[in-house]
């Protein structure tokens, strides 16, 4: 029974869910490569929003997946994975348990899925929804407090995560300090995600007894968490942050429209494009959650990137990247990402100190440097 209820879990996990669409505002998005938007004013922020609960069931890379539980394959079950950007559905912050469950068995309004784009390769929407939720989050926590000494404590992946916040005297401007504010959030936002594909190689599992490295430092993965956090940005900086409800309302307008700015092609088109690449990026011979379904990884954790792209893709890719400073603050010196060993810590090196944002570059170069060992032949080719 365990067994039985555990593949049921699996499956339910990586599937997508029926949707409807609310009325919403006409929110474009800003897709310059740097963002210099800013605040006109310092607008209403929520208090007490909870944090997001865990994060979406994600995709695995590819389509109509096969599954199988240990070396068992599951029958009769197919992982469709394919969206497109006329079905997307609400948007449904994710501060709840329920709406977990919900997600899990198929009752949420929200869509998820895979879409492939021709300035933005492959667009996973969960990452793309739990980054713009996390930026959200730690604006709500950020602004409130922005220039004092203090530390925020985040559930495990692997690692307890912290956030540790300097002091400094922040800009007099209400509109500036809201705009520092939105900068920080983002920049944190995006390390978190970039943390989860690292746990993800080295051991975190979502669903406990079921494997994630499947889905660690897939080629879409990082990209889709960043453009989550640019749609923030600009959310945030139009002043949709001053309720849970207006900012749902907010991702619900502006999502269709980034994915049209990146060509979002309909569902035909991105089976087509995995199909271009079977054998070189993916294999759909193998089932989730074989390892090496996927035979692509993009192991950088950076926040400056060009999405990744099939051989025949003509188009140009769109560089996104996250601001670095704004009016003479870097904002690496106002807060720390910082990593404190749990427990659980998976097959994490040991280190009497927390990891950092510092380490991630040498957790990604062991873990490429693994991968290239354990692969088959056939994965080592397309390295």
């Not at 501060?95 to 977990?100: E, I, K, L, Y």
């Not at 996973?124 to 604006?139: E, G, K, S, W």
């Not at 409800?245 to 990146?262: T, V, Y």
């Not at 769109?318 to 690496?332: F, K």
Request: hydrophobic share 40%; with cysteine; glycine share 6%.
């Amino acid at each position: 029974m365990r067994v039985f209820i555990s593949a049921i879990i699996m499956m339910v996990l990586l599937s997508g869910c029926q949707s409807r669409m609310a009325d919403v505002p006409v929110i474009r998005a800003d897709l310059s490569p740097q963002t210099t938007e800013t605040a006109a004013q310092a607008f209403p922020v929520a208090d007490k929003v909870g944090a997001p609960d865990g994060l979406r069931p994600c995709c695995a890379f590819g389509y109509d997946l096969q599954a199988k539980l240990g070396p068992v394959p599951v029958p009769f079950y197919t992982i469709g994975n394919v969206l497109t950007a006329g079905d997307l559905g609400e948007h449904v912050y994710n501060d709840s348990f329920w709406f977990g469950v919900a997600e899990v068995i198929g009752l949420s309004n929200e869509n998820l899925g895979i879409i492939y784009s021709r300035h933005g390769g492959f667009i996973d929407i969960a990452h793309v929804r739990d980054t713009a939720d996390y930026t959200y989050y730690l604006f709500t926590q950020i602004y409130p407090h922005l220039g004092e000494a203090r530390m925020l404590i985040l559930s495990d992946e692997l690692s307890s995560r912290r956030i540790q916040f300097r002091r400094f005297t922040p800009p007099k401007d209400p509109a500036e300090r809201y705009t520092l504010s939105v900068y920080l959030a983002a920049r944190l936002a995006f390390r978190l995600a970039a943390w989860h594909e690292i746990a993800q190689w080295y051991g975190y599992h979502s669903v406990p007894g079921f494997p994630e490295e499947i889905s660690a430092f897939t080629p879409e993965d990082l990209y889709s968490n960043l453009l989550g956090a640019r749609l923030a940005i600009t959310l945030l900086l139009q002043g949709h942050g001053g309720s849970v409800a207006d900012f749902n309302r907010g991702m619900e307008s502006i999502l269709p429209l980034a994915l049209a700015q990146l060509d979002a092609q309909p569902a035909a088109v991105t089976r087509q494009m995995f199909d271009s690449i079977d054998g070189r990026w993916w294999d759909k011979r193998q089932r989730v959650p074989e390892k090496f379904l996927v035979l692509r990884r993009d192991y950088s954790v950076s926040d400056d990137r060009l999405p990744s792209q099939p051989a025949r893709e003509t188009a140009a890719g769109l560089r996104l990247a996250l601001p670095q400073h704004y009016r003479g603050w870097p904002l690496a010196d106002l807060a720390s990402f910082e990593l404190w060993r749990t427990n659980n810590p998976g097959n994490l090196p040991v280190t009497a100190l927390p990891f950092t944002e510092a380490d991630f570059p040498a957790l990604t170069a062991h873990a490429a440097a693994e991968d290239k060992k354990t692969a088959p032949v056939s994965v080592q080719r397309n390295q």
